[in-house]
């Protein structure tokens, strides 16, 4: 038997308790999560993985009640939680478990500060550290029913075994780089960033509806409102209510009656019986708001002048990324660049997003701001 295929069940409140009290002495852990997402809001929460050194757990949700235990794991930042491109992970773990992880490692960050691709899957990850090949048979397994059988257990298990292994060499790799604390700081931002959109917010998203102002951008934010509360309630995936440009086109169109809506955009007769009343209700309240009540415009394209000086800024940090021997998808992202543009330029009172602080600021920050400033000392010649 292989170190792989060593591993304990937790399938009681009690069983859980004692060896969060074994975790909680763990400098780091690894950790995986199996669920299912079909069409609903929230993934249903099939099996939680753990591994320290040689031993694995298996951690049977749907047996579990009392998850106050394994959330005070979680947020102990004396433990390092290690995962594989977690951003489903956190999410998952959040709606189960209540907790906003703290101090985490994700060896798919770790792998493109090392000169890996970014990107990388875990299985080619895996392969490439340790000549091993992860069994592909059990990766869309229901992991829902009971038992799961030899296969699904013995893949669940080498998943967080493997990730152990993979930390303690990354995280040597990176010490000896100076770049350990850089892949916490990024990984711990990431899962930040994970928090849930306020509903009265969640238009801002949809980026499609940039166009739209007035009445019509009010339209499409109490529409993606209203979705995003009845997704929640009813744990149903948003598009299955409606999709992103569904919405938009009924902000556009800002149909008043059933004919109009079937007119502006053909739905199926159950959409409009279920939703046709709501939909037309929050167009007629968007027709009825204050000018001075409309909401914050949706971010569109970049003007010409601030798309022509990010060209130049990419550039020069695809320089920056060479000299640092970094991934430039790592260095500083389109998102992030952008939002910083747009902070000055009306005024040139630029804010440094979140996103490009920390061990960022020292790299690129002030020769980023020269090239960003010198557009301001240049001559109007309009």
Same mark, same amino acid.
């Given at each position: 038997?292989?170190? *792989?295929?060593?591993? *304990?069940?937790? +399938?009681?409140?009690?069983?859980?308790?004692?060896?969060?009290?074994?975790?909680?002495?763990?400098?780091?852990?690894?950790?995986? *999560?199996?669920?299912?997402?079909?069409?609903?809001?929230?993934?249903?929460?099939?099996?939680?993985?753990?591994?320290?050194?040689?031993?694995?757990?298996?951690?049977?949700?749907?047996?579990?009640?009392?998850?106050?235990?394994?959330?005070?794991?979680?947020?102990?930042?004396?433990?390092?939680? @290690?995962?594989?491109?977690?951003?489903?992970?956190?999410?998952?773990?959040?709606?189960?478990?209540?907790?906003?992880?703290?101090?985490?490692?994700? *060896?798919?960050?770790?792998?493109?500060?090392?000169?890996?691709?970014?990107?990388?899957?875990?299985?080619?990850? @895996?392969?490439?550290?340790?000549?091993?090949?992860?069994?592909?048979?059990?990766?869309?397994?229901?992991?829902?029913?009971?038992?799961?059988?030899?296969?699904?257990?013995?893949?669940?298990?080498?998943?967080?075994?493997?990730?152990?292994?993979?930390?303690?060499?990354?995280?040597?790799?990176?010490?000896?780089?100076?770049?350990?604390?850089?892949?916490?700081?990024?990984? +711990?931002?990431?899962?930040?960033?994970?928090?849930? @959109?306020?509903?009265?917010?969640?238009?801002?998203?949809?980026?499609?509806?940039?166009?739209?102002?007035?009445?019509?951008?009010?339209?499409?934010?109490?529409?993606?409102?209203?979705?995003?509360?009845?997704?929640?309630?009813?744990?149903?995936?948003?598009?299955?209510?409606?999709?992103?440009?569904?919405?938009?086109?009924?902000?556009?169109?800002?149909?008043?009656?059933?004919?109009?809506?079937?007119?502006?955009?053909?739905?199926?007769?159950?959409?409009?019986?279920?939703?046709?009343?709501?939909?037309?209700?929050?167009?007629?309240?968007?027709?009825?708001?204050?000018?001075?009540?409309?909401?914050?415009?949706?971010?569109?394209?970049?003007?010409?002048?601030?798309?022509?000086?990010?060209?130049?800024?990419? #550039? #020069?940090?695809?320089?920056?990324?060479?000299?640092?021997?970094?991934?430039?998808?790592?260095?500083?992202?389109?998102?992030?660049?952008?939002?910083?543009?747009?902070?000055?330029?009306?005024?040139?009172?630029?804010?440094?997003?979140?996103?490009?602080?920390?061990?960022?600021?020292?790299?690129?920050?002030?020769?980023?701001?020269?090239?960003?400033?010198?557009?301001?000392?240049?001559?109007?010649?309009?």
């Amino acid at each position: 038997m292989s170190s *792989t295929d060593i591993f *304990t069940w937790i +399938q009681s409140d009690q069983e859980l308790a004692q060896v969060c009290e074994l975790w909680s002495e763990a400098a780091m852990l690894a950790l995986d *999560t199996e669920f299912v997402r079909t069409e609903t809001f929230h993934a249903y929460l099939g099996l939680i993985q753990v591994c320290r050194a040689e031993q694995s757990w298996l951690i049977d949700p749907l047996t579990i009640t009392d998850w106050q235990p394994f959330a005070a794991i979680l947020v102990n930042p004396a433990i390092v939680k @290690v995962f594989h491109s977690m951003s489903e992970d956190a999410e998952v773990l959040k709606h189960s478990v209540g907790v906003t992880i703290v101090n985490v490692f994700d *060896t798919q960050i770790a792998a493109g500060f090392l000169g890996y691709p970014v990107q990388m899957s875990y299985a080619k990850l @895996v392969e490439g550290l340790f000549d091993h090949l992860l069994p592909k048979e059990a990766t869309r397994s229901d992991w829902l029913k009971r038992p799961l059988d030899d296969q699904q257990c013995e893949y669940a298990a080498a998943d967080v075994y493997w990730l152990y292994q993979a930390y303690e060499i990354f995280a040597v790799q990176l010490r000896a780089q100076q770049r350990y604390d850089w892949v916490i700081e990024d990984c +711990q931002r990431q899962v930040d960033s994970y928090a849930p @959109v306020a509903p009265a917010d969640y238009y801002l998203k949809l980026r499609g509806g940039w166009k739209l102002k007035g009445s019509r951008l009010q339209a499409l934010k109490d529409l993606a409102a209203w979705r995003e509360v009845l997704a929640q309630a009813s744990n149903y995936n948003r598009g299955r209510i409606l999709a992103d440009k569904e919405l938009i086109i009924i902000a556009e169109k800002m149909p008043t009656n059933r004919t109009q809506l079937q007119q502006a955009l053909p739905l199926p007769a159950r959409k409009i019986r279920l939703y046709g009343d709501d939909i037309i209700q929050l167009v007629k309240q968007a027709e009825a708001t204050r000018r001075q009540d409309y909401p914050v415009l949706i971010d569109g394209p970049l003007p010409a002048d601030q798309a022509d000086l990010l060209k130049t800024i990419r #550039h #020069h940090l695809a320089e920056l990324a060479e000299l640092h021997n970094l991934p430039v998808e790592l260095l500083a992202r389109r998102k992030a660049l952008e939002m910083w543009l747009r902070s000055g330029s009306l005024n040139g009172q630029y804010q440094l997003p979140e996103a490009l602080s920390g061990w960022r600021r020292g790299i690129l920050v002030d020769s980023v701001s020269a090239l960003i400033n010198a557009q301001w000392e240049l001559p109007n010649e309009s």
